[in-house]
């Protein structure tokens, strides 16, 4: 499992950082796990949450679907 408090001072020293988590989606009614990487934007230490830039929006996700976070290293 992630450490919340590990990522939140590593944003605060504005590291740029990608987050690997599991996804619940629905695909013809049933639900499937499928594991997605995104840009991390923030934590919520209190409720567990971290927040990522999925397909240019925000989103949530919970800790316990957390599995790993890694710099982001800029293509080019």
């Known amino acids: 499992m992630v450490e919340l408090s590990e990522i939140a001072a ?3 020293d504005e590291q740029k950082l990608k987050l ?3 996804n619940l ?3 013809n009614g049933r639900a499937k796990w499928v594991v997605r ?3 991390l934007l923030d934590v919520d230490e209190e409720q ?3 927040y990522v830039e999925r397909d240019g929006q925000p989103a949530w996700v919970k800790v316990e679907e957390a ?3 890694t710099r982001h290293r800029a293509k080019g």
Do not use: N, S
């Open 10 to 12: 590593r944003l605060g």
């Open 37 to 39: 990487t995104d840009r």
């Open 67 to 69: 599995i790993r976070v």
């Open 25 to 27: 989606i629905t695909v």
């Open 20 to 22: 690997k988590y599991r």
């Open 48 to 50: 567990g949450i971290l």
